[in-house]
């Protein structure tokens, strides 16, 4: 299946700000976040389709995945 | 309580009162500078220093500013903004609360602080300077930590919780403390070039739902510190949503956030599921 991958704010940094992937069916997103050599605690939103998501959340045909770091700071 | 009123009405100036009359008054009848402001608002004298608000916030809604209590949990680099701007709106009452003192790092960005202030609580320097600002503001320093123990008794009489922490877990704390006081929560958080903003009203979980992912430490924040820009911009998007809560107008950012790149210079904006008890809430009407 086919999907576009949307990074964000430091998470462009030596990838790209957006790409299309081809992946197995049913992939989660958990595996998209390893496959970037991103940990999970660097993970602040995820975003399916514009909609908050899951790490756990398989991925489906022409979804679009968007992942920014966590922001805390004040 | 006349005397004082005519002696306000006699100094109008285009139909302002400025802010020598108020001084004038606060010294002649040994009042608070509170007290004049709140004898001028309720009889309708429009204090000169808020002109600049006019036609945006009547003389009503300055009052109902003035009549607020909002709480800014956090007196740094968004804190001191937040301060700032919330006492030039002309906000009555502020409860501000942070444990810590000036250092050296904090000078690139925290607005209450210069060198001078190094080692002294951020709280007092937040107190001083709304004081400076408008001396009608009262600010209620509370130099400590905001925890779930403390949270309620801090909270009293605030009608909105001003988020300007810069820990993930206090946050969260103050979240369940708003959500059980019923108070709205303006949550912000920056690191380097990036911020968001979102407001959460009881019953909501927006904070909770934009940290579901967080086991323990801090964001980027902790590798790219925070410059003197991005407090800034996102302490003002908070006081903007204060500003709307307090008079019931615009869009809030209600389960949705504002996530700012300064970098890029984007802007996006991320939607969050309704909370779940406003479903429960239907079901019960539709049955």
């Known amino acids: 299946m086919q999907i576009t991958l949307k990074l964000f704010a430091t998470f462009r940094n030596g990838r790209f700000k957006i790409a299309e992937q081809e992946l197995p069916e049913g992939t989660d997103v958990r595996a998209v976040v390893l496959s970037l050599g991103l940990t999970e605690e660097e993970i602040g939103i995820v975003m399916i389709n514009g909609r908050h998501g899951g790490l756990d959340q398989a991925l489906k045909q022409n979804d679009t995945l968007s992942l920014f770091p966590l922001v805390g700071g004040g | 309580m006349d005397e004082v009123l005519s002696f306000l009405k006699s100094s109008l100036r285009d139909g302002l009162l400025p802010w020598s009359a108020q001084d004038s008054a606060a010294r002649q ?6 007290e004049v402001e709140k004898i001028a608002l309720e009889n309708g004298l429009f204090p000169a220093r808020y002109q600049r608000n006019r036609n945006m916030i009547s003389t009503e809604e300055q009052l109902r500013l003035f009549n607020s209590r909002i ?3 956090g007196c740094g680099g968004l804190g001191g903004y937040v301060i700032e701007e919330l006492a030039r709106l002309g906000v009555g009452q502020i ?14 960005r925290q607005i209450l602080s210069y060198p001078a202030i190094l080692g002294m609580p951020k709280v007092y320097a937040a107190l001083e300077r709304a004081s400076q600002i408008n001396p009608a503001v009262t600010v209620t320093a509370v130099q400590d ?10 909270l009293a009489g605030c009608q909105v919780a001003v988020d300007a922490l810069d820990s993930i877990s206090y946050r969260l704390e103050l979240a369940e403390v708003c959500n059980i006081a019923g108070i709205p929560m303006v ?6 070039w990036y911020g968001h903003v979102a407001t959460q009203f009881p019953g909501e979980t927006t904070v909770q739902q934009i940290y579901r992912h967080w086991v323990a430490g801090k964001g980027i924040e902790q590798q790219l510190g925070n410059p003197a820009f991005t407090p800034a911009v996102v302490a003002s998007l908070e006081v903007a949503e204060v500003c709307k809560i307090l008079l019931g107008k615009g869009e809030l950012l209600r389960n949705r956030k504002l996530s700012i790149d300064l970098l890029a210079m984007e802007i996006h904006e991320i939607s969050y599921a309704p909370a779940p008890a406003a479903s429960v809430e239907l079901v019960v009407h539709a049955a």
């Open chain 2, 71 to 73: 709480a800014v949990i």
């Open chain 2, 95 to 108: 409860v501000a609360i942070d444990p810590d003192i000036f250092e050296e790092h904090n000078l690139n």
């Open chain 2, 187 to 192: 949550h912000g958080a920056i690191g380097g």
């Open chain 2, 29 to 34: 009848f040994t009042l608070r500078y509170a």
């Open chain 2, 145 to 154: 930590s905001f925890c779930v123990m403390n949270g309620f008794e801090l």
